[in-house]
C-alpha cells in the first residue's frame, strides 16, 4: 500500500514530516486525484494524492507516503518472480513471467492476473491481449 502527494504550497518538508502525514491520515480512505487537507499547527495544508495503490486506501501504519514536488509520475513496482517480457499497449501493460500474464494500467494499477500453464506466447494488440499456452489454446483477454 503506498500514497505518493504531491504538497499544494511552497515550504520546505523534513522527512519526519511524512510520518506526522501518516498519524493524521491514519484510519482514512483516501483515492487517487483527491486533494487532502492536513491540519498542522493551527494551519490547513493541502496535498494532491497522485497516485495510491491500491487506487482508494484506507491509510495504516503499512502504508507507504512519499512526497513529490511535481505531478510527474513514477513508481517502483517489484515482484516476486522474474519478468520474462514487458507489452504495452493503448492504456496497458502486460508484464510476462513463466507461466503468468499481468496485466496493468498505465499507472501501474493491477487489472487484471492469471496464471497459465505451458505458456508459450503473449501479444498486445491496442487493449486485448492474446496468449498461447498448452500448445494448442489462444485466451483473448479484452481490457
Known amino acids: 500500500m ?7 504550497f511552497e515550504a ?3 522527512p519526519d514530516f511524512i510520518e506526522v502525514i501518516k498519524t ?5 480512505e483516501v483515492r487517487e486525484g483527491d486533494v487532502l487537507e492536513i491540519d498542522l499547527l493551527g494551519k490547513p495544508l493541502k496535498f494532491k494524492v497522485i497516485y495510491a495503490e491500491p487506487e482508494v486506501i484506507k491509510v495504516t501504519d503499512l502504508t507507504a ?18 519478468i520474462k517480457d514487458l507489452l504495452l499497449g493503448k492504456s496497458i501493460i ?10 496493468l ?11 497459465f500453464e505451458k505458456l ?10 492474446l496468449v498461447v ?11
Open 65 to 82: 507516503i512519499e512526497l513529490s514536488k511535481e505531478e510527474i509520475f513514477s513508481t517502483t513496482l517489484e515482484f516476486e518472480k522474474e
Open 120 to 129: 508459450k506466447e503473449v501479444r498486445v494488440a491496442k487493449n486485448t491481449v
Open 94 to 103: 502486460a508484464v510476462v513471467f513463466d507461466d503468468e500474464v499481468l496485466i
Open 2 to 8: 503506498k500514497l505518493i502527494l504531491k504538497p499544494l
Open 24 to 28: 493524521k491520515l491514519k484510519g482514512k
Open 105 to 115: 494500467n498505465q499507472r501501474g494499477h493491477k487489472i487484471f492476473n492469471q496464471k
Open 12 to 14: 520546505p518538508l523534513t
Open 133 to 143: 499456452h498448452n500448445e494448442n489454446k489462444l485466451t483473448i483477454i479484452q481490457v
